[in-house]
């Protein structure tokens, strides 16, 4: 009989460690990187399951898709037959791995495996009942096994799966911060310690399960100590920050005084004509004669932005995108946690600075934003202002 090798990737001593203490039901909570997926395509390529059915779940078919396609490779040795349009991988030992996206909670339903791996499980919305009603019936003729792995989101339904070790000896749980990957550069991950929000270190990196993980701004309240000022104190550097109103929002304009890191003025207004936002903020600019105005560029900011240059105002446009509204919302945050920013003792700002939201998308992508039905506008605004301040050189995008 030929012999035929896969090769796959020798593995880290954590992946090991969880090899050799695992039991049937698996949870681990692993940082950004530290090599969990890698880990979990190992699994599926196991001698013991080879010969049986596997499955790996994910929370979308695009996290899915990027799986499949390296496990298509990795197997290609000894595949047999392969369909794209099943996502199904079929072997010479006479096994099969099945590819599903959790889209659909039904997903897998009326399978038998030997075997079940879900991957990224802390973002499956429905994981809880995706689990009892669907996959883990699947693993009753084989006496299966099944792997949680993920990065955690707040104490959500796969935290919950973290914490049955306590209660049933079937089930294992691991915990590993992200620099378990001895391929990992310290300094990058000392680098993104000081750059990265607390909280959001603590989650994506230290894979820590928070308490309070969707909210971004700590310490608001004791920052708020800054003093109102009417007028300008001279010799003193202003930053506006500017996020316009849409519909029903508010368009809000934050004044920073960069001498002293504060926040000093706010004005904020909705259901005004857009002629006389730009009266109102220009007159604001007279008084406070700003360095800079860092205004939203995004729809109807283009044509609001271009009446500011007009006018000869010092206007810097942000144009608005995932990754620039994290930069300008991670370094916020992170002047809360310093304390290198006070802010007014204004109701509606403390309040939509306690209620913002931080989610972690599928992809990787951190997305950030108001609760349903409340308004960001004045964090948004105050976010412009403070990168205005923090960022040299043009703020162009």
Sequence with gaps: MRRIELILPSPYPWQAEVKATRRRFNVGAIGRRAGKTVLAEDLCCEPSVLRRPVAWFAPTYKDMLEVWREVVNVLAPITTRVSASERRIENLAGGVLEFWSLDNV?????????????????FVPN??????????????????????????KGRNGFWQLWNRERDDPDWKSWQMPSNVNPDLAQSELDNMRRSLP????????????????????????????????DEPIRDHQYIFGVDWGRSNDFTVVTVLDVTTSELVYMDRFSQV????????????????????????????????????QWADLPVQPFTTTNATKQQAIDGLALSFEQGTLRILADRDLINELQSYELERLPSGLLRYGAPDGMHDDCVMSLALAWYGASTTGPLMF
């Design 106 to 122: 039904n997903a897998g339903r009326g399978r038998k495996y030997a075997r079940v791996v879900i991957d990224e499980c802390a």
């Design 127 to 152: 994981l809880t009942e995706a689990w009892n009603y669907t996959i883990r019936p699947t693993l009753v003729d084989y006496e299966g096994d099944a792997y949680f792995f993920s990065t955690p």
């Design 273 to 308: 004509a857009y002629e006389t936002q730009v009266g109102r903020l220009k007159a604001l600019a007279q008084r406070f004669q700003p360095d800079a105005i860092v205004a939203e560029a995004n729809s109807m900011g283009g044509p609001l932005v271009e009446a500011l």
């Design 198 to 229: 607390e909280r959001v270190y603590a989650q994506e990196i230290d894979a820590q399960f928070l308490e309070d993980a969707g909210n971004v701004f700590r310490r608001v309240v004791d920052s708020a100590t800054a003093t109102m000022q």
